[in-house]
């Protein structure tokens, strides 16, 4: 092993992957090119956008300010691994489709995973709950009003769905 890499561990979306990594590759890098979840998107590369939030043991994390060898060990969330492996969507992404919460579509990987851990948290917010938690998503194309409309019907449909 060249003494610039490192072996890490990371269990993603429910598999394990062993990998060799440089100390600089960056955990958005490494999700997107070494294990091909290209999902995740980058925007700006500085921890504004949100564009790159996964789940690091289940709590957001901006992905493109972490390190791979960082996540060493830890257990991480992708968009890939929203919906069940039949393909049936999540209650926040089904909401986001249904209420038209996205345009473009370059920020809804990082609000959809930034949402999913808030709405576990909080399962019962207020409008300006959810303003809130989208507050660190930029997203250049909805004007935020749809996002907002879905994320409140996320949360019901969710509360119905709760045993
Ligand atoms: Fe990570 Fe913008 S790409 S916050
Ligand atoms: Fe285009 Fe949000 S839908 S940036």
């Known amino acids: 092993m060249q003494p610039d890499r490192h072996e890490i561990s990371v269990f993603v979306n429910g598999t394990s992957y062993r990998r060799s990594v440089e100390s ?6 490494f999700l997107r090119h070494d294990l091909l979840l290209a ?8 921890g504004v956008c949100g564009a790159c939030t996964v789940l690091l043991d289940g709590a957001p994390i901006r992905s493109c300010l972490m390190l791979a060898v960082q996540a060493n060990g830890h257990e991480l969330s992708t968009i890939e691994g929203l919906a069940s492996d039949s393909g049936e969507l999540s209650p926040v992404q089904r909401a986001m489709h249904e209420h038209h919460g996205l345009q473009c579509g370059y920020c809804t990987p ?18 300006d709950e959810v303003r809130e938690a989208l507050s660190g998503n930029l997203c250049r194309c909805t ?21």
Do not use: W
């Open 24 to 29: 600089r590759t960056l955990l958005s890098d």
């Open 39 to 46: 999902g995740t998107h980058v925007g700006c590369e500085h």
């Open 110 to 127: 990082g609000i959809l995973m930034t949402m999913t851990a808030f709405l576990k948290q909080n399962p019962s917010p207020s409008e």
């Open 143 to 163: 004007g935020y009003q749809h996002i907002v409309d879905a994320m409140m019907a996320a949360a019901q449909a969710m509360r119905a769905a709760a045993p």
